[in-house]
Structure formats: C-alpha cells, structure tokens
C-alpha cells in the first residue's frame, strides 16, 4: 500500500498583508522562498535572501482567455538581476525567488 508523502510547509507573512510579501518555508528542505508583488519590491530588495544564489519567476496572470506571461531566471547573486528587470521588464505583476537558506 503506498503511504502518504506530505510535508509542511510555513509561511510568513512579514507585513501581515496575505497579497504582500510571503517568505516560504518547507520542512526538511534547505531551500526558502520569497514571493512579493512587484509594486513592494522597494522594500523586498533590502532582504538579505537576494544577496544569495538562486532562481526566480516574474510573471503576470494571463488575461482572458491567455496564459499568464512569466520569465525565468537565476543569478550568483539575485538582486542585480532582479533589480535590472525591474527597469527593463514592464510586463510582470509577481516575482518569486528561491535561495538557499545556507
């Protein structure tokens, strides 16, 4: 009989707003996640996860009908890259990184 593989996974909610920055975390995994709106990104790029190694998703829910339109990227180090989108790339609503907690 196959068991059950579930995990926990937290999430904090730094400003108390659920549409706002979230940081993610999941058990067993030295990983973390940072999930923001572009709109906060100001105060998001002042955390210290961004000065890491990582991957990150910048999308924008499709509209009727389409896709949502994302971007995928990673960098040695997260805020350059994020920062250069953030003047370069109009399109994305939504970011998500993933470093490693270590």
Known sequence: MNE????????F???????GMRVIEKSNWTGQGLIFP????????QREELTRTGVYILWEP????QLPHA??????VL???LDNHVK????WTHGVA???KD
């Open 4 to 11: 059950s593989l579930g995990f926990s996974v937290r999430i």
């Open 13 to 19: 909610v730094p400003s108390g707003d659920p549409e």
């Open 38 to 45: 572009r709109s906060l990104f100001a105060k998001v790029r």
């Open 62 to 65: 499709g509209r009727s009908g």
């Open 71 to 76: 971007y995928v990227g990673e960098g040695d």
């Open 79 to 81: 805020l350059p890259r």
């Open 88 to 91: 370069n790339k109009d399109f």
């Open 98 to 100: 993933f470093t490693s």
